[in-house]
């Protein structure tokens, strides 16, 4: 059984597959070394002897230097490397694409066509704030319902807390509205319950001018300062609203219209092995049905950027993903933050040591195709194929993003494990065997057997069934164990 993974053949680092204790010599087909001190499962080995500066070398590209001399056999961590990047970098259009390996194959799931034409996975009731004050009124409201009525005939009853919609400036307070408009026109909800105080910032009536267009027989609003008792009126509308949706039968739609956010969370060392090239594979699938895919968390994209740039479809593509790039850099800079002080310390306990490192894993959750469009944050889909978004890594805040961007559900690839969901199902994918077999409960699909030596190829092929049923009404455990939150992005004042 292999002890140590070599991904490229340019690499001059391998990684442990196994716990390696001091004195421990592997003689591989590919390689053989002698382990200096202990490494744990997931961590790095120097495989030559490495000089101080040298660069360290890992999935054919640098993720930093050696910040002393390194001896081979000896483990690679965060106390002998260090990151390459700095600053804001100007960047030049070399597109390089590489051809889709796959063919349609003319899949569907079983989703809900709404009245505008769109499509849902889920078909659930929401109640929607426009302002944190009303979260527990709502609240209330939510468990009355569902003493009421028989919840099996729809998909779920949820209410969206958050903090915002008043005491917001600026930047704030449009995103703000951006996403809770999004949430409020997704597909996956049948019926939305919008429900106001009455005197916040957020007002009531602007924000319904900002929906635009919407099914005002699925779409109600209530301001509670404007009724007697608010609790019976907002009752009143969730009861008419559940009973339309429990009409809503699902049909087969074409995987086309499938639209399925990317995203990684308490990665570890088999991320960039398994499960980020697992979702890379089904990316490029997904694409190849005329689907769409979306990739976020552009800090994580630091040190990986260039290769994202040059598979923008066009020259307008790779402007917005330079200003992608670089108006975050700005905003790291102008808050006065370093701009690559990642990973974090569960990272660095999982085995990645820099930000080039991690992000050269992360950004293979998007395969291989071409980018071929831009989301600002909030902003919504309207490009098919690959798609970047404007969020931060923060998990639910990004997570919501890519909710609110369109995305039927998120894939979130994990080598530590966590038990959070968004407003949109999130599936959780293991990059190793034993956190799956530990975490039962948070972890929905196993991607261990890759980094165990299964192939990307035979695991896909487990791995779309899988989701299509999904897609089709089987829950993930976030929404089995009701783990269901939304986070909106904050960069400014608060009155």
């Known amino acids: ?207 319904r001018e900002f929906l635009g267009d919407f099914d005002e027989e699925r779409i109600k609003f209530l301001v509670t300062q404007d009724v007697k008792n608010e609790h019976e009126e907002g009752l009143k509308i969730l009861k008419e609203l559940y009973e339309k949706m429990a009409e809503d039968v699902r049909e087969e739609i074409p995987l086309s219209e499938l639209k399925v956010g990317l995203k990684c969370g308490g990665s570890d060392g088999f991320s960039g092995i398994s499960a980020n090239p697992l979702l890379g594979a089904f990316s490029d699938f997904l694409v190849a049905q005329g689907g769409t895919t979306v990739l976020t968390e552009v800090p994580e994209m630091f040190g990986a950027e260039t290769l994202l740039m040059n598979r923008a479809e066009n020259r307008d593509v790779f402007e917005k993903t330079v200003h992608l790039i670089n108006d975050f850099k700005n905003y790291f800079i102008e808050n006065k933050q370093p701009i690559y002080e990642n990973p974090s310390p569960g990272n660095k306990a999982g085995g990645i040591s820099t930000l080039e490192e991690k992000s050269l894993g992360c950004t293979q959750k998007c395969g291989t195709d071409k980018v071929r469009d831009v989301l600002k944050y909030g902003e919504r889909l309207t490009t098919k194929g690959l798609n970047l978004l404007s969020s931060p890594g923060n998990d639910l805040v990004a997570a919501t993003a890519l909710g609110a961007a369109g995305c039927h559900l998120v894939l979130f690839t994990t080598g530590r494990g966590t038990p959070f969901g968004s407003f949109v199902p999130t599936m959780k994918i293991s990059t190793n065997t034993p956190l799956y077999e530990k975490k039962p409960h948070w972890i929905d699909f196993n991607a261990g057997p890759i980094a165990d030596g299964k192939q990307i190829e035979d695991v896909l092929e487990e791995f779309i069934p899988y989701l299509i049923d999904v897609a089709s009404g089987n829950q993930v455990n976030n929404e089995k164990y009701g783990f269901r939150e939304i986070a909106i992005f904050k960069t400014g004042v608060t009155l």
Not at 85 to 103: D, I, K
Not at 125 to 154: F, H, Y
Request: proline share 4%; net charge negative; with cysteine.
């Open 1 to 207: 059984m292999r002890k140590l993974l070599k991904i490229d053949a340019r690499d001059n680092v391998a990684v442990a597959l196994d716990n390696l204790s001091a004195g421990f010599a592997i003689d591989q087909e590919d390689l053989s070394v002698t382990i200096l001190t202990d490494v744990s499962q997931a961590q790095k080995v120097a495989l030559s002897d490495i000089a101080k500066g040298e660069n360290i070398i890992k999935y054919g590209q640098p993720i930093g230097h050696a910040t002393s001399p390194i001896p081979k056999g000896e483990k690679v961590d965060e106390t002998n490397i260090k990151t390459n990047l700095e600053g804001v970098l100007e960047y030049n259009y070399s597109p390089e694409f590489t051809p889709n390996q796959y063919r349609n194959r003319d899949l569907t799931f079983k989703g809900f066509r709404r009245k505008n034409g769109d499509v849902g996975i889920r078909n659930e009731l929401w109640i929607v704030p426009t302002v944190g004050c009303v979260n527990g009124i709502g609240e209330q409201m939510l468990n009355a319902l569902k003493r009421e009525v028989d919840i099996s005939r729809i998909d779920g009853i949820e209410i969206f807390k958050h903090n915002y919609g008043c005491s917001q400036l600026g930047d704030d307070h449009e995103n703000t509205k951006k996403i809770l408009r999004d949430i409020v026109l997704h597909p996956n909800a049948g019926g939305v319950l919008v429900l106001g105080l009455g005197c916040e910032n957020n007002q009531p009536d602007v924000f």
